[in-house]
């Protein structure tokens, strides 16, 4: 996954901030998570925080950055100005900074794909629904491997509760336990929308360090698309890990 030099290491946490705290904050630079529209890859391009603001990529401080359609991101931004109503983007916004979420979808686990997906322990920071996005802060031990991160579905396995049931997979590939390293990950869960009815219940299975085999129960809702959580506090902390 690449990765640039993001200048929100320096804070300690990064706050996703209400509408109000937009049309008050402009000349000061905001941290948000958000979703790339850019299917052209342009320098020029959109992004949608997980509240639903549509910003437009008027100025970036990184020149050459031409994210990916559909990539997720920690991004840092400065509101340069807000757009009417009827206009396709709320504010016109400077980048300051960007770190890249790994962003992947669902995986459907097969038994011949059972070894390469993997299910080493791993320790759970923070899970959480936004947007269509089930996102992961995690820390695993590591040292100088590629591990692999995945959301999986595995049709072999039955549940009566009428929940969708995913598991969260680590590969070390075995890599040497030596430090501490940190990640996040954004899985598209858009997919598991049903009809009828606007919500999904979840159950996320982990094999953790501490605890072993773990669930986390969420709920997905996309009457809004937005998380059915408060906005989130993340800390960006540790070694960065190379994972995908």
């Given at each position: 996954?690449?990765?640039?030099?993001?200048?929100a290491?320096?804070?300690?946490?990064?706050?996703?901030?209400n509408?109000?705290?937009?049309?008050?904050?402009?000349?000061?630079?905001?941290?948000?998570?958000?979703?790339?529209?850019?299917?052209?890859?342009?320098?020029?391009?959109?992004?949608?925080t997980d509240?639903?603001?549509?910003?437009w990529?008027?100025?970036?401080a990184?020149?050459?950055?031409?994210?990916?359609d559909?990539?997720r991101?920690?991004?840092?931004?400065?509101?340069?100005?807000?757009?009417?109503?009827?206009?396709?983007?709320?504010?016109?916004?400077?980048?300051?900074?960007?770190y890249?979420?790994?962003?992947?979808?669902?995986?459907n686990i097969?038994?011949?794909?059972?070894?390469?997906?993997?299910?080493?322990?791993?320790?759970?920071?923070?899970?959480?629904?936004?947007?269509?996005?089930l996102?992961?802060?995690f820390?695993?031990?590591?040292?100088?491997?590629?591990?692999?991160?995945?959301?999986?579905?595995?049709?072999?396995?039955?549940?009566?509760?009428?929940?969708?049931?995913?598991?969260?997979?680590?590969?070390?590939?075995?890599?040497?336990p030596?430090?501490n390293?940190?990640?996040?990950?954004?899985?598209?869960?858009?997919?598991?929308?049903?009809?009828?009815?606007?919500?999904?219940?979840?159950v996320?299975?982990?094999?953790?360090?501490?605890?072993g085999?773990?669930?986390?129960?969420l709920?997905?809702?996309?009457?809004?698309?937005?998380?059915?959580?408060?906005?989130?506090?993340i800390?960006?902390?540790?070694?960065?890990?190379i994972?995908?």
């Amino acid at each position: 996954m690449k990765k640039l030099l993001f200048i929100a290491l320096l804070f300690p946490f990064l706050i996703a901030c209400n509408d109000d705290d937009l049309n008050n904050n402009q000349n000061e630079q905001l941290l948000d998570i958000a979703t790339v529209e850019n299917p052209d890859q342009k320098t020029n391009f959109y992004f949608v925080t997980d509240k639903k603001e549509r910003m437009w990529v008027e100025i970036s401080a990184l020149p050459y950055y031409r994210p990916k359609d559909g990539q997720r991101i920690v991004v840092n931004y400065t509101i340069l100005t807000a757009t009417p109503q009827s206009n396709t983007y709320g504010y016109a916004v400077k980048i300051n900074d960007v770190y890249e979420v790994l962003t992947k979808g669902i995986f459907n686990i097969t038994p011949a794909t059972q070894d390469s997906i993997g299910n080493d322990k791993i320790s759970i920071g923070d899970i959480w629904v936004g947007g269509d996005y089930l996102n992961v802060e995690f820390v695993y031990p590591g040292y100088n491997r590629t591990h692999f991160i995945n959301l999986v579905s595995d049709a072999s396995k039955t549940y009566t509760d009428g929940k969708v049931h995913l598991e969260f997979r680590h590969n070390d590939n075995g890599d040497a336990p030596t430090y501490n390293q940190w990640g996040m990950a954004s899985f598209n869960i858009r997919s598991l929308r049903q009809t009828p009815g606007n919500k999904v219940g979840l159950v996320i299975h982990t094999n953790e360090f501490s605890g072993g085999n773990t669930t986390y129960q969420l709920t997905y809702d996309y009457t809004t698309g937005s998380a059915s959580v408060a906005p989130k506090q993340i800390r960006l902390q540790g070694e960065r890990g190379i994972s995908k």
